[in-house]
């Protein structure tokens, strides 16, 4: 079926650094949302990018969405450890809604 | 209020046990889903109920059966579940169905099949 990328599967960072993660489908996007689930939780969603190489920003997280409309990127300015957990980008294929398989970041202190 | 509610937190059960998992929102969304999340791995999806009307379900096996009782409860009812049925099992809610609705999920319910 649909299916959405992401990579890396794991990313651990120094708090300070940046981290990125990136998203990808095979077939075009009406829209894409980003969730984050820290770990013991649930996902929360964080944004939703809907135009064609739109971009976002929530204080130090970066969200592009592709200009082709297939690939997404999620980027964080100079970590801190509350940002660990794992991020999902998600999608619609039709009636149905599908995770990517997400990107842990650990952030060492 | 923009809380998605499940109970239990937690369930233990044996292979021949029957038992339910309560979901509830007071959002006013018309939209309600069941996931089921393995340990590292994404959310999976496995009921949409739209308007109280199942909508989706992704070929999930007949032990699991949902149930909408009115806009704002979902009940996912389980019986001669399987060890390999050990999840998280996740409710969430969004204002519709489809394209641009966000969701919101609720804490989950962690689920130990033996």
């Known amino acids: 079926g649909q299916q959405v990328m992401q990579i890396p599967q794991y990313q651990h960072v120094q708090e300070g650094e940046d981290f990125t993660t990136y998203c990808n489908s095979s077939?075009?996007?009406?829209?894409i949302q980003w969730y984050k689930q820290r770990p013991g939780g649930h996902p929360v969603f964080l944004i939703q990018l809907v135009k064609s190489g739109e971009v976002k920003k929530q204080k130090r997280l970066t969200f592009q969405f592709g200009e082709a409309k297939k690939n997404s990127s999620l980027h964080i300015t100079a970590t801190q450890t509350t940002d660990v957990g794992t991020y999902f980008c998600a999608a619609n294929y039709g009636q149905n809604f599908v995770f990517g398989p997400g990107t842990r970041l650990s952030v060492l202190p | 209020d923009t809380e998605v509610t499940q109970t239990p937190k937690h369930l233990v059960m044996g292979m021949t046990n029957k038992k339910s998992l309560k979901c509830e929102q007071h959002m006013g969304h018309r939209a309600m889903y069941w996931y089921k999340q393995k340990a590292k791995k994404p959310p999976e999806l496995m009921f949409v109920y739209s308007y109280e009307k199942l909508s989706i379900n992704e070929s999930v096996p007949s032990r699991f059966s949902p149930e909408c009782p009115n806009s704002s409860l979902l009940n996912l009812h389980l019986h001669a579940l399987q060890p390999e049925d050990s999840a998280l099992y996740l409710c969430?809610?969004?204002?519709?169905?489809?394209?641009?609705?966000?969701?919101?999920f609720g804490p989950g319910t962690r689920l130990t099949v033996t």
């Open positions: 077939t075009t996007l009406s829209n």
């Open positions: 969430a809610s969004s204002p519709r169905q489809g394209v641009g609705y966000e969701q919101y």
